[in-house]
Every structure is written in structure tokens, then in C-alpha cells.
């Protein structure tokens, strides 16, 4: 009985270890965002690291997340930009109707965030499936457009995660201070890591598939 505690496969060893990669994880995409234009190459990095965590393929995850924040650097980067633009658009979209008063600028104000939630769903598979695609940025987005339609409650599940932290940090009183250090430290890698387990399972991905394989 001893004796097995002691063991590497036991299930103490195994839980703490995915813990302490998942740290790992929350901590490189923290760091790697943190000029805010870099979170689409950051974020395609740590989908590809948590996907090789689910099929336990990983070499260690600041190696492989280096390896994967390279690739496709720049395709990433351009997919930071177009989310940073229309998002902003949509914050100050919202921003500004909340500020107005009436009935109307309660419909609009829920028409606005339906659609920017539509959006996002939409979007939702670009980044987690980008590491390992060979299409280009373009045929990404129509890709990740026709899963979300195939899978729309597993879309609304990768926003959901996504946006969970922005939602606490607005609704929950003194959430601004605790927040930010629970994604730093564990959050983000749990996200990213829920995120890519489903998708595998939702869509069959098998180890090394690449989304384009996945389509054909």
C-alpha cells in the first residue's frame, strides 16, 4: 500500500503532475500576452501544448510552447489584430449604448452583444486549431465558421471559458485583484487544456491531426 503511493503512475502523482503543467502553461501564455498583440500566437501556442497534454504527447511544456509560438507566428499575429479590432469595436459599441437611456438602447444593447457573441462563436476554433494548420488565414476562418455551425453549443463553451474571466473581474466585487493571478497561475492552462479536450472529443482528432487532415 506504501509502496504505491510512491509510484510514478500512481493517481496522486498523476493529478499533481497535470496540475503543475497547466501552471506552467498559464504561466508561459501570461507572459507571452502580456503586449496584448502577441495573445493570438500566445493563444495558439498554449491550445497546441494543451492538446498534446490531452493526447499525452507533451516533451515538456515551456519546450513545446516555444517551439509552438514560432509557428505560424505571423498568420497568429494577424488573427490578434483582427480580434483586437473587432472586439474594441464591439466594448466601445456597448460602452456607449449603456451610457444612453430608454427602451430602445436596452434593444440595442442586446442585440449588439448577441451579435458580438455570435461573432466570437464564429471565431471560436481559429487559434485552438491554428498550431497544427496548414491552411492560411482566410480558409482558417471559414473553417472554424462551418465547426462552430456543426458544434454551436462547443463554440459557446470555448467563449464562455474565454470570456469567464473579463465576466467576473465586471460582476464580482474585488474580483479585479484575485482574478488576474488565478489566471496567471492556473486558470488559463485549465481553460486552454478544457478547451482542447473537447474539441479532440467533439470532432475525433486523433494525435497529430491537422485540422486540414480532420476536414478531408
Partial sequence: MSSSLFRQDNPFNVVMGRIGDLAMLSV??????????????????????????????????????????????????????????????????????????????????????????????????????????????????????RLSLTKPLLALGNVALIALPFVLMWFVPGAVVWVPILWCVLGAGVSMWAIMTWTCRAFQLKPRDTPADHDA
Fill in 28 to 145: 508561459a501564455w501570461f507572459v507571452c500576452s502580456i503586449p496584448i498583440v502577441t495573445i493570438g500566437p500566445a493563444t495558439s501556442a498554449a491550445c497546441e501544448v494543451a492538446r498534446e497534454i490531452v493526447e499525452d504527447t507533451d516533451e515538456g511544456v515551456f519546450r513545446t510552447f516555444w517551439r509552438a509560438i514560432k509557428r505560424r507566428f505571423g498568420v497568429n499575429m494577424l488573427f490578434s489584430l483582427l480580434f483586437i479590432v473587432l472586439f474594441a469595436i464591439g466594448a466601445v459599441d456597448l460602452w456607449y449604448i449603456s451610457r444612453q437611456t430608454g427602451d430602445s438602447a436596452s434593444v440595442f444593447y442586446g442585440v449588439t452583444l448577441g451579435a458580438l457573441v455570435i461573432v466570437a462563436m464564429m471565431l471560436s476554433f481559429v487559434l485552438p486549431l491554428s498550431g497544427r494548420s496548414k491552411l492560411s488565414w482566410w480558409e482558417q476562418i471559414r473553417q472554424s465558421v
